[in-house]
């Protein structure tokens, strides 16, 4: 049976170069207008590889390493079409690995064209960027040639100190340097970080490398494999991804029997995921779901379509908690990139490739699983809060509205049964009620029966009412009759309150003084009606989604850029 080199043979990645003819036709064409050029891709989608590529090509020096190639049609193109495609060009592979400063790639940009033109370098007469590049353009007009240099890992940028955004818009100024072209590959969002804004980065033509040519991956990366499900399955698995594909195909022919034959049972996501080796997962976690530039919401996004797949935009956003449009571009993105694919009839995203999929179903937790755990704490935390509110509010109530307490003497010498309500507390300069009731335990009336009720902080108002009314008298009473068996009820109203500890009251009657003491609240009741309003409208905010917080958030936003 046929084997073929697999990706952890990194000396034959460029012989199992396959399926990205027409890619490259695609990047020639743009080349040739003249345009620069961005090519974004997933990590070991190939971009590396491409670039080198284009560099042979251009240069025309492919020849003596054609045969390696395991690739026909592209060993057809390379042959026929391209050979003399690039006439008057010249090329230059540049990675910005191990750059640290403009001057170093200065250095090394300068070292490699004097290489491609066969010239000797004199280093110490170039030293700013922008100084070579006007000595290049100079030697390619006056020539007639164009030069396109070749800038891989372009994300490098980003840590020159202070030069990183200068070095970037020297490499896209196709008005001082018109015979330059540039032809950049990098991480997700290179482009985005080391650009400034009015960036002539924002002219870039862009081109994304996604999964292969499928048929072009049956025929030549899949060759060695006889029998068609071996190549869907493949093909399913890999999403027409190469590396993934090149993996898979390994562990496949592993199973595979002398003749080429394979039993069906394996050919199952689950089977081939318990034998996939600690490489293939490494390469998945650092290239797809932990890529160092890859934005968190994205890492959410991945990891809910490997729970959930073949999930609406509407439905991520919703399920996520995020804008309609940020959740858009991100999904375009990641579609741009090959990560996810859209079906066009349903609108519906998944993960490209199944083997990926089931990686981040294993290794990822679900986001909504986090997310319905932290809304029960959360709505745990708001009944919580709304039941505490609430007795906050009773309890301000039963304060500030007590119940009577009610004293109940027998003076047997006065022959009388006395009961004295009275409220268990006051408020300083509060109103309240004092009733008095009189029964007569005598055998005749009662005439001419007197009282007095006095405070040091109360001024006590008494009312007792008669057949026309109530009669008004101050503190002092006096009854002209109680009759026998009856009870004789006696109102007293405070008109004030002016105290800071228990108020002491004297109730006399005749020769007897009944003492009883009220005690003396924080002047609060007159706030109640307003806390028990607060109380509902903060408990009524706390039950919806986001809460309180994000009202008064919202509240403070809008009120900020009014008064901006």
Request: hydrophobic share 35%.
């Amino acid at each position: 049976m046929k084997r073929f080199f697999y990706p952890n043979n990194d000396a034959k990645a460029r012989a199992t170069y396959t399926g990205r003819a027409d890619d490259l036709q695609i990047i020639f064409d743009k080349l040739k207008r003249p345009q620069c050029l961005a090519i974004y891709g997933e990590r070991r989608s190939g971009k590396t590889t491409t670039l080198r590529l284009i560099n042979e090509i251009i240069n025309g020096n492919y020849e003596n390493t054609l045969d390696e190639f395991i690739d026909k049609y592209l060993k057809s193109k390379m042959q026929n079409e391209w050979s003399n495609y690039f006439e008057g060009f010249n090329s230059i592979y540049i990675t910005l690995q191990g750059q640290e400063s403009e001057a170093s790639l200065t250095k090394k940009i300068y070292k490699r064209y004097t290489e491609a033109i066969s010239a000797n370098p004199s280093y110490k007469k170039i030293e700013k960027l922008e100084d070579l590049f006007t000595r290049i353009q100079n030697n390619c007009r006056q020539s007639n040639t164009f030069l396109v240099i070749l800038f891989d890992e372009m994300e490098v940028l980003e840590t020159f100190e202070n030069q990183g955004r200068v070095v970037a818009e020297l490499c896209c100024n196709r008005a001082d340097f018109p015979n330059l072209l540039f032809v950049y590959t990098g991480s997700y969002n290179w482009k985005t970080r080391v650009s400034s804004p009015g960036s002539v980065f924002t002219n870039l033509s862009e081109y994304y490398l996604r999964s292969i040519c499928e048929k072009d991956m049956r025929c030549f990366l899949l060759q060695p494999f006889q029998e068609e499900k071996i190549k869907d399955f493949i093909v399913y698995m890999s999403g027409g991804k190469p590396l993934y594909a090149q993996y898979i195909g390994e562990i496949l022919m592993n199973r595979c029997s002398s003749d080429g034959h394979i039993k069906q049972k394996e050919l199952r996501s689950k089977t081939l995921f318990k034998d996939i080796d600690s490489d293939l997962l490494l390469r998945i976690d650092e290239c797809i779901f932990n890529e160092r530039n890859l934005d968190e919401i994205s890492k959410r996004i991945l990891a809910l379509l490997a729970h959930q797949p073949n999930q609406k935009e509407s439905s991520i956003a919703k399920k996520l908690k995020l804008e309609k449009e940020r959740t858009r571009k991100l999904l375009e993105t990641l579609s741009k990139f090959g990560t996810l694919i859209r079906d066009q009839k349903t609108e519906k995203y998944s993960i490209a490739g199944k083997v990926i999929q089931e990686y981040g179903k294993t290794y990822y937790s679900n986001p909504m699983k986090k997310k319905h755990t932290r809304q029960i704490l959360h709505w745990l935390m708001r009944f919580t809060f709304c039941s505490l509110l609430i007795a906050m509010s009773v309890k301000a109530w039963s304060y500030t509205h007590p119940d009577k307490e009610v004293i109940v003497k027998k003076l047997e010498n006065l022959k009388i049964e006395l009961q004295i309500q009275t409220p268990k507390s006051l408020e300083s300069n509060e109103e309240g009620e004092f009733n008095i009731q009189i029964k007569n335990l005598s055998s005749k009336p009662l005439t001419d029966f007197h009282l007095e009720l006095k405070s040091d902080n109360l001024v006590y108002q008494g009312y007792i009412k008669n057949n026309k009314g109530e009669k008004k008298y101050s503190s002092s009473i006096i009854i002209p009759i109680i009759r026998k068996s009856h009870w004789q009820k006696i109102r007293y109203e405070v008109l004030g309150c002016q105290a800071s500890k228990d108020i002491n009251s004297n109730l006399y009657i005749k020769d007897r003084t009944i003492s009883f003491s009220t005690k003396c609240r924080l002047p609060i009741k007159k706030f109640v009606p307003l806390i028990q309003v607060l109380a509902s409208i903060v408990g009524i905010l706390s039950i919806f989604p986001g809460g309180l917080i994000k009202h008064i958030t919202g509240f403070l936003t809008v009120f900020s850029r009014q008064n901006n």
